[in-house]
């Protein structure tokens, strides 16, 4: 079984990560033309837009709780970048300290959740070699939003968890480790 990983995350880089996702949701409420086709009534305000943006969320949570190899090893240099810049920005633009948020009590991924975890970035590789450039930039994006938000103690720290379980669960029933 993996160990939990050891990455911390600071009020900088949590603050990158919900930036990047107020970006995307205000680019989605207001029916930018880069959230895709905008619809009568609603502002194009379509919840299937938001699925290539959530899914690497959901992607980049689950590689910060990969405690190791090539994926654990690459979440925790972007996220070690994030924190370094968000501290920066934060006490350059508002003075202010940026203390750790990380959450305790991680939960890591078991060997089944592992397994799906595989699975989930080869599906989204085959999606991404067919997409175009706004599909790209959405991933791209969305992964760094995850890992930046995927160990914090706030909300996204508790969907992270949510992730990890429904990954854990679905790994495990699928290839069989129990």
Do not use: E
């Amino acid at each position: 079984m993996n160990t939990v990983t050891s990455a911390t995350v600071s009020l900088g880089a949590v603050t990158i990560g919900l930036s990047i996702m107020a970006w995307h949701m205000t680019c989605w409420w207001k029916g930018d033309s880069k959230a895709g086709p905008s619809g009568g009534g609603g502002g194009g305000r379509d919840p299937k837009v938001l699925i290539p943006f959530l899914s690497s969320v959901a992607l980049g949570m689950l590689c910060i709780v990969a405690a190791g190899g090539l994926l654990g090893t690459a979440a925790t240099m972007l996220l070690g970048l994030g924190n370094t810049l968000g501290d920066w920005s934060l006490t350059a633009v508002t003075g202010t300290a940026t203390p750790g948020v990380t959450r305790s009590g991680h939960t890591a991924l078991t060997p089944g959740g592992s397994a799906a975890l595989v699975m989930y970035i080869v599906g989204l590789a085959a999606i991404w070699k067919s997409s175009g450039k706004v599909f790209h930039g959405k991933v791209t994006s969305g992964v760094t939003c995850g890992i930046m938000l995927g160990l914090s103690a706030g909300c996204s720290g508790i969907a992270a968890t949510a992730v990890v379980t429904v990954f854990n669960a679905v790994g495990d029933k699928v290839t069989g480790v129990m």
